[in-house]
């Protein structure tokens, strides 16, 4: 499975972004769309993530801020982030569940998501 982020850049505060995601390869069964980031020297951490019949879930941090969305017809999932903050700045990755012989995590290479001040 190959797994392809889009969409990020640099943005002043207040601005907009909407990441994309496209999977590809041996998709036949996919769960779970997650949007993870990771910040210079902090953990990675769930920012959305939704679910193969629609469900969402988002962290306090960007709740109100944040839709994730996904089409199934392109094994693709979206992330709209909107009021952005300097502290929203770091790498996005997408996380793709896929079932084979039990579900199996794919990760992107990451896309910069910058936000100055």
């Known amino acids: 499975v190959q797994v392809v982020e889009s969409g990020g850049g640099l943005v002043q505060a207040g601005g907009s972004l909407r990441l994309s995601c496209a999977a590809s390869?041996?998709?036949?069964?996919?769960?779970?769309f997650g949007w993870y980031r990771q910040a210079p020297g902090k953990q990675r951490e769930l920012v959305a993530a939704?679910?193969?019949?629609?469900?969402?879930n988002y962290a306090d941090s960007v709740a109100g801020r944040c839709t994730i969305s996904r089409d199934n017809a392109k094994n693709t999932v979206y992330l709209q982030l909107n009021s952005l903050k300097p502290e929203d700045t770091a790498v996005y990755y997408c996380?793709?569940?896929?079932?084979?012989?039990?579900?199996?995590?794919?990760w992107g290479q990451g896309t910069q998501v910058t936000v100055s001040s």
């Open positions: 996380n793709v569940q896929t079932f084979r012989d039990g579900w199996v995590d794919n």
């Open positions: 390869g041996s998709t036949l069964s996919i769960g779970v």
């Open positions: 939704i679910g193969s019949g629609g469900s969402t």
